[in-house]
């Protein structure tokens, strides 16, 4: 039955397992495979004092692959560097396709991440009275606790202690880290 099936990999192989499966997809497993999707996003990170765009998987340590599914085609796919099981496999029992919807839910969350907006989300993720430390701008070395969040704008007010007095500041949520 061919159908998309999740794919166990090697932590952080994911990349590097679908370009393996792309190249075979021409000659060795052209009857087997028919795509491979590795869902990611983009996330801006601060290392250095520099904004650094990286992307994260969604998934990670898995894959998203169209394959023809049968005993003989997961024992050729799992003998390829880097790929630990299909999902759902086990000896005597084939594992079923994600559903129609199922993949839509995955592939739509992908693209509306992507159109979201031009620019990538942080990384760093912070809650109301949660305390900061403030790594990059005017503020920095200085500590607080989050006093407000605004997503549209990509802000954090933290409230800051300057001069004995508690001080709120608009920071860029990539200016911050957790304690």
């Known amino acids: 039955m061919i159908g998309w099936y999740i794919v166990h990999t090697s932590s952080s192989q994911e990349k590097r397992v679908s370009g393996i499966l792309q190249g075979k997809m021409e000659n060795e497993l ?3 495979v028919y795509d491979v999707k590795v ?4 996330v801006v990170e601060m290392k250095n ?4 765009s990286k992307e994260r998987k969604f998934f990670p340590g898995y ?3 169209k394959m023809e599914m049968n005993n003989e085609n ?3 796919l799992t003998m390829i560097p880097g790929i630990a099981n ?25 693209e509306s991440v992507k159109t979201e907006s031009e620019k990538p989300i942080s990384k760093v993720f912070v809650s109301v009275d949660e305390k900061v430390k403030i790594i990059d701008g005017p503020f920095k070395g200085f500590q607080g606790i989050v006093e407000g ?5 990509g802000l954090v007010k933290v409230s800051v ?17 957790k304690l």
Do not use: A
């Open 63 to 65: 894959i998203l692959v």
């Open 39 to 42: 869902p990611v996003e983009k």
């Open 30 to 32: 052209k009857d087997i």
């Open 74 to 76: 997961v024992k050729r």
């Open 149 to 153: 969040i605004n997503m549209e704008k």
């Open 161 to 177: 202690e300057i001069f004995g007095r508690p001080t709120p500041v608009d920071l860029d949520f990539l200016q911050i880290e």
């Open 86 to 110: 299909v999902l759902g496999f086990k000896t005597g029992k084939l594992p079923k396709p994600l559903t129609e919807k199922e993949l839509n839910n995955i592939l739509n969350k992908v």
């Open 49 to 52: 004092s520099k904004k650094v």
